[in-house]
């Protein structure tokens, strides 16, 4: 759910997400000096999320989409650094300024955090992020929405199928869904998203950098859904793509995005990047969450989704197409049950869903 109300100094419309109702721990307007581009009117918070998650549940996903028991992982409790965010892009965010109690943190000889491991009990993993509260449509990239803690959820269930793999985010936000799927240790994380949104992601990636192995390379991008799909932005400008960068993500294994389905115009452009990554990587998975949100319809008189019912639409028009790339294979589509355990602690409504995307033989092909 969002919550509307008149924005205060301006003439737009503002959204709250029902994530940061009541949310507490204000940031001072000196944290904004660092990123650049946003509106003096915004009011921040740095947030902390409980994700309880000693022993992750047997994962069901295979790499193929089939049905298997993925493998059993034993998640450490650790403590959380919040760091300046990286003075470039791309590149593994290193640790900056913690916060107190970070002192008492331990480190090996490569730096890393020696953090406690768990027995197989259930212990609580916190994330912070730092976010804006209600915000323009335009900008609710830079608030948390419900999708993004369903998504992590089905991730830490299942992390044996993500682990070593490389994952692309697609509308990162501030970067909850890429931090989280950490936990599961793939070979590489993109995370992706616009302008200054893309530089709250970086910061938050940075502050949560010990949930994630030094192992990991994790890395953001700035990805514009409305340019034409394979124009990246140039290595020179902030959060740039260099040629490396762009063979990882077009070399994905997953391809994750929540939360993303708001406007019609914007809902097409995503699928239209969608396909160029899954053309390219016809092996590649996507795990698209949603929450359909309903609402008065002064065009038809009654309570309606437009916005979830165009990406329906979108979504029948990908299965009914095929890979531009590989014209044998096809897309489809499924829905996938949510019986896998609540980590979070978020409420799930019945809205909410995560669409399983894959590219499979068509039948026309395989009939030669």
């Known amino acids: 759910m969002a919550h509307i109300s008149a924005g205060v100094g301006s003439t737009f419309t503002r959204v709250l997400s029902d994530v940061h109702v009541g949310a507490e721990g204000n940031i001072s307007d000196g944290c904004r000096d660092v990123i650049g581009g946003l509106r003096s009117d915004y ?5 902390e999320f409980a994700f309880k998650c000693g022993v992750a549940a047997e994962g069901w996903i295979s790499d193929n989409g089939q ?37 008492d943190l331990e480190y090996d000889d490569d730096g890393d955090a020696v953090l406690c491991r768990s027995s197989g009990q259930p212990t609580t993993t916190s994330v912070r992020i730092f976010h804006s509260m209600e915000t323009v449509v335009n900008d609710v990239g830079l608030q948390l929405w419900s999708s993004s803690f369903l998504l992590s959820d089905f991730i830490i269930s299942n992390q044996g199928i993500f682990q070593g793999r490389v994952l692309l985010e697609l509308g990162s936000g501030p970067g909850l869904v890429g931090i989280v799927s950490g936990i599961a240790q793939p070979k590489a994380i993109i995370c992706t998203d616009i302008g200054c949104v893309a530089q709250i992601c970086a910061r938050n990636i940075s502050a949560n950098r010990t949930l994630i192995s030094r192992a990991v390379g994790c890395h953001v991008h ?11 932005a140039s290595e020179s400008s902030p959060f740039g793509w260099s040629e490396d960068d762009i063979e990882t993500a077009l070399s994905c294994d997953y391809v994750l995005a929540s939360d993303v389905v708001y406007d019609e115009d914007l809902t097409e452009a995503f699928f239209r990047w969608l396909h160029y990554f899954l053309c390219r ?25 437009p916005a979830h019912e165009h990406f329906k639409e979108c979504l029948k028009q990908l299965v009914n197409c095929n890979c531009d790339m590989h014209p044998g294979l096809e897309f489809q589509a499924s829905q996938l ?17 995560i669409t399983q995307v894959i590219t499979v033989q068509s039948l026309a092909q395989s009939d030669h």
């Not at 009011?43 to 947030?47: A, P, R």
């Not at 049950?337 to 799930?348: A, E, K, N, T, V």
């Open 222 to 232: 700035v990805l514009d859904w409305f340019a034409n799909c394979g124009d990246f």
């Open 43 to 47: 009011v921040f918070h740095l947030s």
């Open 67 to 103: 049905s298997q028991a993925g493998r059993r992982r034993t998640i450490s409790p650790v403590t959380v650094d919040f760091c300046e965010p990286p003075a470039h892009s791309g590149c593994n965010v290193s640790p900056g300024v913690g916060l107190p109690g970070d002192e």
């Open 337 to 353: 049950p949510l019986d896998f355990p609540c980590f979070s602690g978020r409420p799930r409504s019945p809205y909410m869903s």
């Open 281 to 305: 990587r016809p092996s590649a998975t996507a795990f698209v969450a949603t929450e359909e949100r309903l609402n008065f319809s002064r065009d038809l008189l009654a309570v309606a989704s």
